[in-house]
């Protein structure tokens, strides 16, 4: 009896975020682009006269995670660094900078009666945030959600509650500041695996569901929510060299690819390299990763190419997002061996081809099938910061509504205006 009680207020407090958020919408659609921007500029100063206080508030939360065993690559992503700090900041002040999307008629068409039909770019609303581990997605989820007239609920995984209550607290005292609804950015604070379940249910108040997270985080919240969800579930990511290609600059955005943070979900997991230069690509790839530790699992006709610390890659290598120092490496025939492999294993997050061939270098693009194609360039672009936005909510694989980072633009939609002199249907 007792555990229904408990699971009804929950249930209930979960309703009442909801709720505020639902009356802060409204507050926030019609909220002026230099509120917006105040609100945002005031947070980056906030950042800066707080950052010991945080950092010392996330010291707590990544003592206490290691205390608990969590692994090194969920430690990294919970861990805050000034020059983290210094990220957050900065992201504050870029999206302040960008054009305000709210208001803006895209575009504009007159119909033979005389009636102008526009679509003009709205708030989506109320937005939940559902994520892992990292605190700064806190800061980053808040700002774009603000800068596009959106309000949200922000759910943070239990490991960082101390760094998310603390920038939490800023993010009301930025809103206030500016005389925007301090409700448009709320932080669930209890641990209880319930509230996400809640949270789910709630689609009369929440108009989107955002999980960022573990492949289990992101399936949960999709099976259980009743509401849209942006989501990406896996980020396995390939890169294929071509015959004609510059070994050299090929070797650096694998590398880059690889190690620069293999625990993220926009790392290099599987190499394809041509049959024509795999003889000569393969043993300069495995001297320079092998030397930092990365360990290759290599197809039969790439193994003998790596150096002995190669290992023959098994079937469940193929299609794997590892998060760890780990590629797998496999020789194709053609482009279309390495795009009919792509479509098979790739995740529909970030493919990456190597080439001197223009004409190869458009079909891949045309053909590859992600939210971001590269051509001679690291899939580790593929993030909002890199590419433009500012900052990122997440990175949706889901293609309806977005497809790829989702920045300020992504977090809007349009609605149908029309402009009449009185005209009515025949």
């Known amino acids: 009896m007792n555990a229904l009680r408990e699971s009804v207020s929950l249930a209930e407090e979960m309703v009442r975020f909801g709720a505020r958020a639902k009356v802060a919408a409204r507050g926030m659609g019609r909220s002026a682009p230099h509120d917006k921007t105040l609100a945002l500029t005031y947070l980056a100063d906030l950042l800066a006269g707080r950052e010991r206080d945080i950092l010392a ?65 709205i708030p989506l609303g109320v937005i939940a945030m559902i994520y892992e581990a990292r605190p700064n997605v806190t800061i980053d989820a808040a700002i774009l959600c603000i800068k596009a007239g959106n309000t949200v609920i922000l759910r943070g995984g239990s490991e960082a509650l101390r760094s998310n209550i603390a920038l939490a607290t800023l993010l009301q005292e930025a809103l206030a500041h500016a005389g925007l609804p301090a409700d448009a950015a709320q932080l669930v604070t209890t641990t209880d695996r319930a509230a996400i379940t809640a949270l789910c249910k709630l689609d009369q108040y929440i108009d989107v569901i955002i999980p960022r997270g573990g492949e289990g985080l992101v399936q ?30 090929a070797l650096n955005i694998v590398f880059n690819g690889k190690v620069q943070r293999p625990g993220v979900c926009n790392a290099l997991e599987c190499l394809l390299v041509h049959k024509d230069v795999a003889a000569r690509f393969l043993p300069m790839a495995g001297d320079r990763l092998g030397a930092v530790g990365v360990e290759l699992r290599a197809c039969p006709r790439a193994l003998p190419l790596l150096g002995p610390e190669a290992k023959l890659q098994q079937p469940e290598d193929k299609g794997q997002e590892f998060h760890d120092l780990i590629l797998a490496v496999c020789v194709v025939d053609s482009l279309d061996e390495a795009l009919e492999y792509i479509a098979r294993y790739g995740s529909n997050h970030t493919e990456v ?61 349009t609605k149908f205006v029309v402009l009449g002199q009185g005209q009515v249907r025949e």
């Open 220 to 249: 949960a919240v999709t099976e259980a929510a009743v509401m849209p969800v942006l989501k990406h579930f896996k980020g396995v990511c390939h890169a294929f060299i071509d015959a004609d290609v510059d070994m050299d600059a």
């Open 353 to 413: 081809i190597c080439t001197r061939d223009h004409v190869n270098a458009l079909r891949f693009l045309r053909e590859a099938d992600a939210s971001m194609v590269a051509v001679n360039a690291s899939s580790r672009f593929n993030d909002g910061g890199q590419l433009g936005l500012g900052a990122e909510i997440g990175i949706s694989t889901s293609k309806l509504h977005a497809y790829g980072p989702m920045g300020v633009q992504e977090l809007t939609t």
């Open 57 to 121: 508030a996330n010291q707590q939360d990544v003592e206490t995670a290691r205390e608990a065993g969590l692994d090194t690559p969920r430690l990294n992503r919970l861990t805050l660094t000034p020059a983290i700090m210094d990220e957050m900041r900065a992201a504050c002040l870029h999206v302040a900078q960008l054009p305000d999307p709210v208001g803006a008629t895209e575009s504009q068409w007159q119909r033979p009666n005389g009636l102008l039909v526009g679509r003009m770019r």
